[in-house]
């Protein structure tokens, strides 16, 4: 089964972090992937899994996510996926050539690149949404989306219930969640002493949307309060820029140096000993052990893959969530929730599990059951192949 997979980002995050995890189960199974995607460092990880890469300079996007929909000034950025349009068409085609049995999405951005894809192969089309969406029937963009996604799409696949809910109700909609690939026997994180700062990750591409700056200020915050916590930000920055082009783009509201500006931060309010960025960490398993505490305070209003990926060690959540889901995180079972991501808020929640170490103790070990019980990487592997084989089965042509 020869699977053309099409990836939206070339930074090495949570979305190619988890289609590596899932190639690796399906490739046991007969799956043969070549994976698109934007020169970066996603590059190296997908080699390394085993599939077939084909970099190119971008890939042409439509973005009608819950907090990247184009309004007013974020316009501008079709420029930006007009001008990635013929480098996007020049790698389809010329692999026009090559045999594929199915197209696989890896987020609804994608979607029309993958139409014409699924035309130019003729094969069916799996639509994987991972990002919160507008809800059903908000704008006519929303209902154009959904009406291609009726019309073309042979299946549509959400991470989980919080994506599925911003789905049209009509779709063929699958939930298969993301996993995570774990030895049998996970390292528990070592007691904290007394001497020892608790400490708390962040992990994910740094991005002002993922609430690193509200994180930064919770740290000044607890440091205030003569709270012993430490925070160990792993991540790639997500942008670099100098020159006149970051100026533009600084002045246009986009473009934002993330790490220059938390490293001024942290200069500033003097949080040297509080915060330590870690830059990018090829494999943050060795990073789990070494954490009492996951922080995902994400303005996204869901829960990241970081939240189970930490699970499996043992380790408890907090999450900026309103309304948590079985399957995001489950507030005061495996982690807590706060409605927003506030920095009184996030503070209030670590300091909560800094000083009771009885209850993140608690609260880690129920985290571990619900991560091997909803994110076991074979079950869910084997329910995308599974997906994957009705749809060929189906398929006159194949």
């Known amino acids: 089964m020869r699977v053309l997979y099409l990836h939206p980002a070339g930074a090495f995050g ?10 690796r189960q399906l490739a046991g199974r007969g799956v043969k992937g070549t994976v698109v995607t934007p020169s970066g460092s996603a590059q190296g990880p997908f080699a390394a899994a085993g599939l077939d890469v084909r970099a190119v300079r971008g890939l042409s996007q439509f973005d009608n996510t819950r907090y990247g929909f184009y309004r007013r000034l974020r316009w501008i950025i079709l420029l930006r996926e007009l001008f990635l349009l013929p480098f996007s068409l020049w790698a389809l085609w010329r692999m026009r050539c090559e045999g594929f049995d199915l197209i696989h999405v890896n987020e609804l951005t994608l979607l029309p690149l993958g139409i014409l894809a699924k035309r130019l192969w003729r094969v069916p089309l799996v639509v994987h949404v991972r990002s919160l969406q507008r809800k059903p029937g908000e704008g006519r ?3 154009w989306l959904h009406a291609l996604l009726r019309r073309h799409a042979d299946a549509v696949v959400a991470i989980d219930h919080t994506v599925a809910a911003t789905l049209g109700a009509d779709l063929s909609l699958s939930v298969i969640h993301n996993g995570l690939s774990v030895e049998a026997t996970v390292p528990s994180v070592s007691q904290t002493s007394q001497d020892r700062p608790v400490q708390v990750g962040f992990l994910g591409v740094l991005i002002e949307l993922k609430g690193i700056f509200e994180l930064l200020q919770a740290m000044r915050i607890l440091k205030q309060r003569g709270v012993n916590i430490r925070c160990l930000v792993a991540g790639e920055n997500a942008r670099e820029l100098s ?3 970051a100026w ?3 002045r246009l509201g986009f473009g934002r140096d993330v790490r220059a500006e938390l490293e001024a931060l942290i200069e500033r309010h003097e949080l040297h000993e509080q915060v330590e960025l870690l830059g990018f960490v090829a494999d943050v398993r060795t990073l789990y052990p070494a954490l009492d505490i996951l922080c995902f305070p994400s303005h996204l209003d869901a829960a990241g893959r970081p939240v ?8 408890p959540s907090v999450v900026a969530v309103a309304n948590p889901v079985e399957d995001a995180i489950v507030h005061e079972v ?6 927003t991501p506030d920095p009184v808020l996030i503070a209030d929640a670590l300091q909560r599990l800094v000083e009771d170490t009885l209850l993140r ?5 129920q985290a571990k059951i ?11 592997a084997a329910r995308m192949h599974a997906l994957y084989s009705q749809l060929l089965s189906s398929n006159p042509g194949r």
């Open 248 to 250: 533009v783009l600084a």
């Open 308 to 315: 189970f990926e930490a699970a499996f060690y043992s380790i």
């Open 14 to 23: 949570g979305a190619s972090k988890s289609l590596i995890e899932l190639y």
């Open 141 to 143: 963009r929303t209902r």
């Open 370 to 380: 619900w991560a091997e019980r909803t994110f076991d990487i074979g079950a869910n």
């Open 361 to 365: 103790s608690q609260l880690g070990q």
């Open 334 to 339: 495996t982690g807590l929730a706060v409605p």
């Open 243 to 245: 020159g006149l082009k």
